[in-house]
């Protein structure tokens, strides 16, 4: 155990290990891996009995505290536009059976919340919403035992409601009351009792989300409109590119700026801070103006890239799956067995795809204090435990002198340079004392220095018998890491410019079953003998992390655009040969539930330039599911594909909050379809070069999809499965199944509607 923990979490550890159950992450297991992210910095999985995330902190009072002042719901998950928090409130009050307003609801501090992590992976309601439900209602019980005891009747001659426990005679006694004497300070049972999902007030109901009001109102929403008094503005000065040196710099002209408190340099790490903000900015381009940079490293570009992967060292990890039993994983160095066995190939498929950036319309941005010993950070980091442990490392500071507060920032699903902006606020607020300091990133900076999405390249071979079942499979995939998060300060891009810098970790690959370049490259579909070998690139030639669906996008494409392959080279309907092959009957259900509400038939007509596609995927096949059936035009004289309907059936579990739930799909749908059509990173001999708008295309509002309708099938019940990414791979593998209907040729380099590209020929 590490002696600068902080105190609520030494004691929290020292009566779990009393009670005999802490446990290590690692014999606990890999499949925690990304859930539970943040646990490679050290933290524990203490009960891996325990459902959702109470497996990371199984003590009812880091999740519900009630003392005289009222209830407080704590969560560790954090709010990144999805309506998360809405909807873990949602969770809160009807397994407490309290109104949303009667009680506080706290997210992401690591002063008052439970360590969950990251908020990433579509884990949030799936694990985080498991643990408030279940602590909820032990909260809950321990409540009705109490107070029967002390109105001298039986708990099942007691009722709930609005935070009010009442008797059949007419007394009744507030939460509040009732907890008076009672030891919230216990660790969770395994199993809780039943909950009446027809009961429920709040869950599967469109509650108003909590997180809008200020956004459309203008009001103080987001960590970039943070003020405190005597806050100074800063802004960074970046190399051209990561390997870039600093051989010269003047700061004598922008230290006598007006406004400006400090340049702050440190090796390659520079700054200035100021008093007003248009101040700083004007001194960030004056000391541009007089820095000199040495150039150490030549860069690969948009067409040598993915030669450029495929020649690079790298790790592989083969996952086979055959008749005999589960998946299995193993990593190998083995020349031979990198290639795989030879096959009989039926019909084979590659793909490319570019680097992407997350392109939050916000740039990074931080507030940082260091006063009393004591530095506190208001970030939109996606984990505030992890991001706390690396500045700690950093600075030398005990960690339980660090505090790291979430606050809401452009949304953002993904590794973006939320961390690496709070790293700076902390640096310069460290070397500053008992001043607010606020770092804003410009454009240029968020999308030329955040991680990038990784570029990648695919490669699957199958072989049916002569009625066209599938009988082998081997897909061969090529990447560098989606996952980058922090794991030592070195993992914060800052503390690499230092003089002194820190080296981040080796990236090393989320394990199956949930994956990480390879997450979904395992086919759900009845196939005798898969393989899959992931070819883990670990000689990066630019940094590159997590992005809303990691390696899904790219392998679901592949394998929805071979099983269309095949059932076309069979004479086959692509959905009925699908089916075919599925035996999961909540997949074969929405499968059948969107081409049902599409009206699917490949045999009615459509107006020129029209084409249909179809795909499928469960989301790391243990998540959500979705099926997409689409509608596209493209018009080859005006260069364009347009989206004209998308429906989308999907299964997510017991629906929380069904207006979040639709919200999430189409913004996947949206997001997903402007990475395929458009979206890539310009990259050249001197790194990055699309750092704006223009260079770097995304979608606009008139190349929006006209229509699109979710169909939702809700499992009362069931347990929560995540949802926030679910559409992405399935609308990629549609829309280019749809161009290859209507050009006669598929399209297998991502983006697909880049001016040069083939479909407008």
Known sequence: MNSTEAPVNKSRRAFLAGSGIMVSF??????????????????????????????????????????????????????????????????????????????????????????????????????????????????RELLLEAAAAKLGVATKDLMLRDGVIRSADGRQMTYEEAAQGVNLHQRAKPVS??????????????????????????????VQDLRLEGMLHARVIRPPNADAQL????????????????????????????????????????????????????????????????????RVYVTTRDNSGPVKQIQTTDSAAQ????????????????????????????????RDDMLTVWTHS??????????????????????????????????????????????????????????????DQEAGWEPLGPAMLTEINATTDAQGQLQSWHHALWSTAHNSRIVNAGRLMPATLL?????????????????????????????????????????????????????????VTTIEGLMDDLAEQFGKDPVAYRLQHLDDPRARDVIQRAVSRF?????????????????????????????????????????????????????????????????????????????TLYEQVMIGEAGVQSVDWSSYPITRFPQAPQTIEVEMIDRPGAPFLGAAEIAQAPTAAALINALKRITGRRPVHLPVARPDSPIFA
């Not at 501090?109 to 498991?130: Q, V």
């Not at 009961?199 to 987001?222: C, E, F, N, Q, T």
């Not at 003047?250 to 700026?257: F, L, N, S």
């Not at 392109?359 to 941005?365: A, K």
């Open 26 to 139: 690692a014999v606990f297991g890999a499949w925690r891996a990304f859930a539970g992210e943040a646990n490679t910095l050290g933290a524990t999985v203490l009960a891996p009995d325990l459902p959702g995330d109470l497996k990371l902190d199984p003590v009812l009072d880091s999740w519900i505290k009630i003392d005289a002042q009222g209830v407080t719901v704590c969560s560790g998950k954090v709010e990144l536009g999805t309506g998360i928090r809405t909807a873990l409130w949602q969770i809160a009050a009807d397994q407490l059976a309290m109104p949303l307003e009667k009680f506080k609801f706290v997210t992401a501090d690591t002063a008052l919340t439970p360590d969950e992590g990251y908020t990433a992976g579509s884990h949030s309601i799936a694990d985080g919403g498991t643990a408030i439900y279940h602590a909820a209602i032990q909260v």
């Open 193 to 222: 009792p039943t909950s009446d999902p027809t009961s429920y007030r709040y869950i599967g109901h469109s509650i108003p989300r909590v997180d809008i009001l200020a956004k459309v109102m203008g009001g103080a929403a987001y």
């Open 247 to 314: 051989e010269e710099i003047d700061t004598r002209t922008v230290e006598g700026m007006p406004g400006v408190v400090k340049v702050v340099r440190d090796g390659n790490f520079l700054a200035v801070l100021a008093e007003r903000e248009w101040e700083a900015i004007k001194a960030m381009r004056a000391l541009r103006e007089h820095t000199k940079w040495r150039m150490t490293r030549t860069y690969p570009t948009n067409d040598s890239i993915h030669a450029t992967l495929k020649a690079l060292p790298a």
């Open 339 to 370: 290639q795989g066995a030879p096959l009989a190939s039926t019909r084979s498929l590659g793909m490319t795809k570019q680097y992407v950036i997350h392109g939050s319309i916000g740039p990074s941005c931080a507030v940082a204090v260091y």
């Open 382 to 443: 996606q984990g505030v435990f992890p991001l706390r442990a690396g500045i700690a490392e950093l600075l030398g500071l005990p960690k339980e002198k660090v505090r790291c507060i979430h606050t809401e920032g452009a949304g953002c699903y993904g590794h973006n340079g939320a961390d690496d902006a709070a790293c700076d606020a902390a640096i310069l607020a460290y070397r500053t004392p008992n001043r607010p300091v606020r770092v804003q990133w410009m454009r």
């Open 499 to 555: 003089a002194k810098p820190i080296e981040p970790n080796p990236p090393a690959p989320i394990p199956q079953p949930e994956g990480d370049a390879d997450r979904n490259a395992m086919p759900l579909y009845r196939i005798p003998s898969v393989r899959v070998d992931m070819h883990f690139i670990t000689d990066m030639p630019f940094r590159t992390s997590a992005m809303r669906s990691l390696g899904a996008h790219i392998n």
């Open 599 to 675: 009206d699917w038939s490949l045999a009615r007509p459509l107006p020129a330039g029209h084409g249909i596609g179809f795909a499928f995927s469960q989301y790391k096949n243990l998540m959500g599911y979705c099926a997409i059936a689409m509608e596209i035009k493209l018009d080859k004289a005006a260069r364009s594909v347009q989206i004209i309907r998308v429906v989308a059936a999907v299964d997510c579990g017991q629906i929380v909050n069904p207006d979040g739930l639709k919200n999430q799909i189409e913004g996947g749908i949206v997001q997903s379809s402007s990475w």
